[in-house]
């Protein structure tokens, strides 16, 4: 990231180019690049069985495909979203064996045999998840993109803190650590939502937290 | 991205031997560096080695009371480790300050000690940069420097190290266990893992080509307070501007590393003595013949300052 360090720089690359403010000045520069270069090596392709939601599918992919355009390009699972696509938005979270991840930094082909669950398996228009009927319930967002990655991430951080996972709130580090907003604000700081849903999405948290207990 | 073949390990001793044999190899982890870095075509590897496979995931008790952690085990469960947070509470408060919930569930030992620099400029592949492209200058020097290195930099690059882990890790005497290619293991001191820049600030640390890191050991516990303090931007899911990692006892002697000022985490050992005589003796010696830019200078003050509040935490 960008670093905080660097307000100043990626202010001057935002009025440039005018795109998202946490990625990186390198992240803008680079497409043309990526483009020349790609049209020298042939692409090497390689076989992958991915298990999600419950379905295996077959899939021969270039072996650059990352899980995340493996999802949205290969299987048209496209609820989850593309944001930066450099594992600081958190738009492309779901979780693979129970735990949450950055489908966007992690091949399609290092998860054969892994258990992916995206949004689409969390729960349906029929019948939502909880943290999906929550979010709903308490308007934890507006323009919608960044949700199914806040919803994925809030379902696995319940479980992390379930699990006895401690934080960098957590005064203690040897007690067991609950879902204050303290604790979820931090839990969540993965998952950036432009139109500023935060205390929304606390609110919808803390309620399924509640519910758990 | 550049095209690659993708391989998984057999073994560690088997991954070592390919990664020295095939040009252009490199073994992938948590792939959250290097995938990021491989989508600007900074890392631009034609063989990527999977080394997820190797069983390096464990973490044990030594014969000498300390730990072995295993390259793979992932930041999430090291932090979260009950003995860790016993014993080494330094080490989880390190990693705890750093990235996500999401990017730590998949973050290595190995891979976090390896992480390259936020340098912007090193990021920006329209820029010179001598860490990037040998040679070609540093864009840093006389362009925004504030995050950059205020000790140990030099003419060539004055970029930090970014990770947390690694500056508890030097605070904790940490050795990093690896295998070489011919199949041989060695131990290397974490003070001497990571090099200053010098002249050739693409070499980063002391590992050989397609030498492959299975473990980082720790000595048994040293007692003491272990405090963490990260100072950053914003609250949290940011790089460290400096951060203080400190060990201390009941009669006020310590240990402290410093993170966010230097090309490696910042330790000087003959600088602790003076830490029962407070922040600013300490930190005198901690940053001594400090280099820093116009941007950056506000970083000795925040070292000091920090330092402070660790110490006073520790007396508390
Ligand atoms: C948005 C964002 C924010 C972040 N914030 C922070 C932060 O605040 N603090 C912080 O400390 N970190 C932060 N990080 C960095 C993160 O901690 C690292 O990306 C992570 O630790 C790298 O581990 P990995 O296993 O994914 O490494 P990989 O990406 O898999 O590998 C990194 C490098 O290590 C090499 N490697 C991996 N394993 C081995 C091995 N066993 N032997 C030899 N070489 C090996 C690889 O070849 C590669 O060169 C952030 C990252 C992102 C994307
Ligand atoms: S400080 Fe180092 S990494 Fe940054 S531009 Fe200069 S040489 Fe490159």
Same mark, same amino acid.
């Given at each position: ?11 001057? $690359? ?14 803008? %520069? ?9 049209? *020298? ?7 992958? %069985? ?8 077959? #899939? ?23 944001? &930066? ?6 738009? &492309? ?71 006895? =996972? ?38 919808? =948290? ?8 | ?20 044999? =095939? ?13 990021? #870095? ?13 080394? $997820? ?5 464990? =973490? ?35 990693? #705890? ?28 592949? $329209? ?29 060539? &690059? ?76 914003? *609250? ?34 003959? %600088? ?29 003050? #925040? ?10 935490? %520790?007396?508390?």
């Amino acid at each position: 990231m960008p670093g905080p360090g660097n307000i100043e720089f990626s202010r001057r $690359n935002l009025l440039i180019v005018g795109a998202a403010s946490f990625v990186t000045p390198g992240a803008i %520069a680079a497409p043309t690049a990526a483009l020349a270069q790609t049209a *020298a090596a042939p692409p090497a392709l390689s076989k992958v %069985a991915l298990n999600i939601n419950g379905k295996v599918s077959e #899939l021969e992919l270039d072996t650059r495909t990352t899980l995340l355009d493996a999802l949205r390009e290969h299987l048209h699972l496209t609820g989850t979203k593309k944001g &930066c696509d450099h594992g600081q938005c958190g738009a &492309c979270t779901v979780i693979v064996d129970g735990r949450r991840i950055n489908s966007c930094l992690t091949l399609a082909v290092m998860h054969a045999g892994d258990k992916v669950t995206t949004i689409e398996g969390l729960g349906t228009p029929q019948n939502l998840h909880p943290m999906q009927s929550a979010f709903v319930k308490h308007d934890g967002y507006q323009c919608g993109y960044c949700t199914p990655g806040q919803i994925c991430s809030a379902v696995a951080a319940l479980d992390e803190i379930k699990a006895g =996972i401690p934080s960098h709130v957590s005064a203690d580090l040897s007690a067991s650590p609950q879902a204050t907003a303290a604790e979820l604000r931090e839990r969540m700081s993965g998952n950036i939502c432009r139109c500023g849903a935060y205390s929304n999405i606390v609110d919808a =948290i803390t309620e399924v937290a509640g519910r758990q207990a | 991205m550049k095209p690659f073949t993708y391989e998984r390990a057999r073994s560690p001793a088997e991954a070592a031997a390919a990664a020295a044999r =095939i040009q252009g190899a490199r073994f992938i982890a948590g792939g959250t560096n290097l995938l990021d #870095l491989m989508k600007l075509q900074i890392e631009t590897p034609g063989y990527l080695i999977d080394v $997820n496979g190797l069983a390096l995931d464990k =973490i044990e008790t030594t014969p000498e009371g300390g730990m072995r952690i295993g390259a793979l085990v992932r930041n999430t469960d090291l932090a979260a480790d009950d003995r860790v947070r016993r014993d080494y509470g330094l080490l989880s408060r390190a990693m #705890l300050a750093g990235a996500s919930g999401q990017l730590r569930n998949k973050a290595t030992t190995a891979g976090n000690l390896l992480q390259r620099t936020r340098c912007p400029y090193f990021y920006d592949t $329209n820029q010179p940069c001598n860490k990037r492209r040998p040679g070609s200058g540093c864009a840093a020097l006389g362009g925004f420097s504030r995050q950059h290195a205020v000790v140990g930099a030099s003419e060539a &690059c004055i970029a930090t190290h970014p990770s947390d882990m690694a500056v508890a890790m030097r605070a904790l005497d940490a050795t990093v266990e690896t295998v070489r290619p011919d199949g041989s293991a060695r131990s290397i001191p974490i003070a001497e893992f990571h090099r200053l820049p010098g002249d050739t600030p693409h070499i980063e640390t002391a590992l050989a080509a397609g030498e492959l890191i299975t473990a980082v050991t720790l000595p048994k516990p040293v007692g003491g307070k272990h405090i963490y303090r990260k100072v950053r931007d914003r *609250a949290s899911y940011a790089f460290a501007l400096i951060s203080v990692a400190a060990v201390i006892q009941r009669d006020g002697s310590g240990r402290v590393a410093l993170g966010g000022v230097a090309h490696k985490p910042w330790r000087v050992e003959a %600088a602790e003595p003076d830490l029962p005589r407070g922040a600013k003796a300490a930190s005198a010696g901690l940053l001594a013949d400090a280099t820093p830019t116009r941007e950056n200078a506000f970083k000795l003050l #925040l070292v000091e300052r920090t330092l402070g509040a660790v110490l006073t935490e %520790a007396r508390a």
